[in-house]
């Protein structure tokens, strides 16, 4: 029986050539082509599946040179990273609201050290800062790059969390501004944090030339 | 006309372009900082006469000897035609200077095809030596193929000149003054062009994603098209790449309590070994082997869906932090392939999770990671693994170029793809294919003086109908630490039946690669089936294999060809990290150049684009295509598969470490 399988399969597979380009029992098909040809055909990963059926926290994210929006969930924490998941399995990893990694977007910020501004505004200071991206480049080389940046509070605004906006659940916040820059790169993080809780609500921050910024917002 | 400019290292363009009776296409490639070299395929209608259009290939080099500075503009230097016939023979110096971004002008002096209208003198040329007189070429006799430095800037020189302004980030307007009078075209067959002025006209529109189209009004009567498209190997679309991550890495008191690692756990419940043998599956990778052996754990992994064997040993190591308890503090990562050890992956379990995030975490993850020899490595087998059979069963395109009754012929249809591994390194593997609609078999066959062992190519087309690509048994082994052998018997490709045996020395962290190869083959029935027909020939090389580390591969090998013939090949590829190459070749043998044939010796340019490249999704697969000028007999290889440097390299410790960054993907 067990010879006999495969070879039941093979058959299929004689089918299936003629209407769909190929098939095999290695995974690795000219289907891969077909995801890349149509990338709006997405599949929902088991991990994805795993951590929303389990009611794990989610985020609202927007990439928004793509303007595509999708709900991420939680698919982990350690050492204080919270690491989210798609639904077509990539990754985004946040540390208290401040985007840290990505990984799968095609973009790879590696990691990123953001101490230094995540201090500051958690501590109400504006001034200068520094912050580091690793970024895994298409060439599968990594470079390491230095922003300069000027924190500031922009002061009060109230928003509106959660899908529908006329009964979402309305919070004042402030908003501070990351404007960064290194010789050749620039951009303005914005994040929208709750007074007393210094808790992050809302995000609008850069992570990197190839998916650009990225919004997200906390599900209530 | 040319200009001083290069493209940004390593990009490809490829550009296509019509204009009067002349066709031509493009293929450039950005090979050092500051020399690209192209290649050319024309198509001149009617310049035969009654004969009819002239298919003509030519070669480029281009050397950019100083770059634009602020005061200075980029010189350039360049070798049109090198190896051809001779139809666009010439050579040029060219100056480009930008003013205020936009405006660019351009000048310069040129020979050969580039001297056929504003002449000078050459200042060489003096008390009548031989720079005075450039020798005539015939563009239609002559075998070609053959480097004419004895031409190189004689004769006179052309002067030539132009502008180009950017209107704006995508549209460019052009005029030229060119010294190429189409002076062929003009003359042969009453003329296939008309010629009336020395002024080009051009405007070019930048489509975006690296296309441009371009309309031409050339020498005062022609109009003309061109499209063209760059890629810069390094930026695949999909840059870094889609789909599914590695697994988060749980904190290691949560993995000691998993059901697997508790000491009451039940006989009929899976243990560690289970469970890391389906979460690899899960990740495309098979548990081929596995012990711990005290605080270290040692597993042989067969990757089948990582192109960069980084990430295949992140993934693994992803999984055995995630399975094994606490007091396992050391990993063992033995990448497998077809059952043979290649590489030995050491890594500190802690490692793993301390520098995910850390800002510089694959380069420090490296350099505490230590590469062995895989040879040697004995681990409990898994049972069940072998033997293990995988199949491919889908669409394929065969190509064949420049017959000059049809430039591209192209067969598409059905085929077949099966491995057996019957146990480690034992493999019967084979290949049917079966054309559904193409030409190939229109192909014609040329005249030979040798052996015809590859010029009966469109006869074995003509006369076969499902084809038995190859069917062989082969077996693949380590004799010794950093050496590997095999052997392989049988239906060895399309024209060769035999026997094929090989040694490689290629230590684990070693540029160098050392190998021999002996095949005693028996050429096939044009059927493509079993039969053989009576010409047999021993062959053999001994082969060198240099990684220079800055994307470039030489390789040189040296012995018999299938005529018979006795000569070297030399083999250079720009390899990109992500392992799209571009290469060139040639093939110099005791056969005498007008024996040969046309194109005087065997020589081609090479390309291999991984199919992750294209989808940004990990994948093994690659898209090889060989161009050669013509296929002829001599110079001729076997082509038997998995020849072991290429087998192994990418699992050798030298490519791991190159492609480190994707560990942690």
């Known amino acids: 029986m067990g010879q006999v399988l495969p070879m039941i399969r093979a058959g299929l597979c004689t089918l299936l050539t003629l209407a769909l380009g190929a098939c095999s029992n ?41 303007d595509e929006a999708s709900l991420i969930s939680q698919d982990s924490v350690r050492d204080g990273i919270v690491t989210w998941i798609t639904p077509d399995g990539g990754t985004l990893g946040t540390k208290d609201g401040f985007l840290v990694t990505t990984n799968g977007f095609g973009i790879g910020l590696l990691s990123s050290d953001v101490e230094e501004p995540r201090a500051m ?52 916040t402030f908003i501070w501004s990351e404007d960064c820059q290194s010789l050749d790169q620039k951009f303005q993080n914005l994040y929208w944090v709750v007074p007393g809780s210094n808790r992050i609500v809302q995000t609008v921050q850069w992570t990197g030339e190839f998916v650009g910024e990225v919004a997200t917002q906390v599900v209530p | ?96 200077k930008t003013f205020n971004d936009r405006f660019r002008l351009t000048g310069g002096v040129g020979w050969g095809r580039l001297a056929q209208r504003n002449t000078v003198s050459n200042p060489l040329c003096f008390d009548n030596n031989r720079f005075c007189t450039r020798p005539i070429r015939s563009s239609t ?23 180009s302004w950017d209107y704006n980030d995508r549209l460019t ?6 010294s190429d009078a189409y002076r062929e075209e003009t003359i042969r067959a009453g003329g296939v062009i008309d010629i009336n002025s020395p002024v080009n006209l051009g405007v070019s529109y930048r489509l975006g994603r690296g296309t441009q189209l371009s309309g031409y009004f050339i020498q005062g009567s022609e109009i003309g098209l061109q499209l063209s498209y760059v890629v810069n190997p390094k930026e695949p679309r999909n840059n870094a790449g889609t789909g599914t991550v590695a697994p988060a890495i749980v904190p290691v008191d949560q993995v000691a309590l998993a059901s697997w690692n508790l000491p009451d756990r039940a006989p009929d419940q899976p243990d560690a070994r289970d469970v890391i043998k389906t979460r690899l599956s899960e990740q495309g990778l098979t548990l081929e082997g596995y012990q711990i052996r005290g ?53 500190n379990r802690a490692d793993l999770a301390d520098l995910k995030n850390d800002i510089d975490g694959p380069w420090r993850s490296l350099s505490r990671t230590q590469f062995e020899d895989g040879a040697g ?9 072998y033997p293990k059979f995988s199949y491919r069963l889908g669409p394929y395109a065969a190509f064949s170029f420049f017959d000059p009754l049809s430039p591209v012929r192209a067969d598409f249809g059905v085929q077949l793809r099966t491995d057996f591994t019957i146990q480690p390194g034992l493999t019967l593997a084979g290949q049917l294919r079966y054309p559904i609609v193409g030409n190939i078999d229109g192909g014609s066959v040329s005249s030979s003086a040798l052996p015809r062992v590859r010029t009966d190519w469109p006869v074995y087309a003509q006369q076969s109908d499902l084809e038995v690509n190859y069917l062989t048994a082969e077996y693949i082994w380590r004799p010794r630490e950093n050496f590997f052998a095999r052997v392989t018997g049988g239906y060895l490709e399309n024209m060769y039946g035999g026997v094929s045996a090989e040694l490689l020395w290629f230590p684990t962290t070693s540029r160098l690669a050392l190998g021999g190869e002996l095949n005693w083959s028996r050429q096939r029935e044009f059927d493509m089936l079993f039969d053989f027909r009576d010409y047999n020939v021993t062959t053999g090389h001994a082969s060198a294999y240099y990684d220079f580390g800055n994307g470039f591969l030489g390789q040189v090998d040296m012995g018999r060809y299938l005529a018979g013939d006795w000569g070297a090949t030399f ?20 056969v005498p150049f007008d024996t040969f044939g046309e194109g005087s010796f065997d020589k081609g340019i090479t390309m291999q684009v991984p199919l992750s490249w294209l989808t940004g999704r990990p994948s093994k697969r690659n898209i090889n295509q060989t161009v050669r000028t013509i296929l002829r007999d001599g110079g001729a290889r076997l082509n038997v598969r998995n020849r072991l440097y290429n087998y192994t390299r990418n699992d050798r410790a030298t490519r791991v470490a190159d492609r480190w960054g994707r560990y942690y993907r």
Not at chain 2, 24 to 34: G, L, N
Request: charged share 20%; net charge neutral; hydrophobic share 35%.
């Open chain 2, 141 to 163: 006799t002559g075998q070609g193929g053959t480097l004419q430095t004895g031409n190189w800037f004689r004769g006179p020189m052309g002067v030539f000149g132009g502008a």
């Open chain 1, 26 to 66: 290695t995974g690795d098909t000219v289907f891969d082509i077909r995801k890349t040809l149509f990338p709006g055909d997405q599949e929902f990963v088991q991990r994805y599946q795993t951590a929303a059926q389990a009611q794990a926290p989610q985020l609202k994210l927007l990439l928004v040179e793509f």
């Open chain 2, 295 to 347: 605080d270290t754990v040692v597993v042989h992994i067969d990757n089948r869906r990582y192109d960069a064997s980084a990430q295949a040993v992140g993934r693994t190591n992803h999984v055995l932090a995630n399975t094994l308890p606490a007091e396992v503090t050391k990993f063992e990562v033995v990448l497998v392939r077809g059952g043979v050890p290649i590489t030995n992956v050491k890594s």
């Open chain 2, 571 to 590: 083999t250079v590829n720009r390899e990109f990290n992500n392992g799209l190459k571009v290469g060139a070749f040639f093939t110099l043998t005791d």
């Open chain 2, 1 to 96: 006309m040319p200009t001083a400019d290069v493209l940004p290292d390593g990009e490809l363009g490829f550009t296509i372009s019509h204009f009067g009776a002349t066709t031509r296409s493009t293929a450039v490639f950005q090979i050092f900082p500051r020399l690209y070299g192209s290649f050319r395929y024309s198509f001149v209608d009617d310049l035969l006469g009654p004969i009819g259009g002239l298919y003509d290939r030519s070669f480029d080099v281009h050397y950019q000897l100083r770059e634009e500075s602020k005061y200075w503009p980029a010189i350039a230097v360049g070798l049109r035609d090198i190896l051809g016939t001779g139809l666009y023979s010439g050579e040029y110096i060219v100056a480009t």
């Open chain 1, 121 to 172: 505004i958690a501590s109400g200071v504006e001034g200068p800062s520094t912050r580091f991206h690793t970024y895994l480049n298409g060439n599968d080389r990594t470079t390491t790059r230095t922003y300069k940046c000027v924190i500031k509070n922009q002061g009060f605004q109230d928003i509106v969390l959660g899908n529908d906006p006329t009964q979402g659940q309305t919070v004042r």
């Open chain 2, 173 to 178: 307007l052009m005029a030229e003054i060119s």
């Open chain 2, 377 to 385: 490595s004995q681990v409990g087998r898994i049972e069940g693994v």
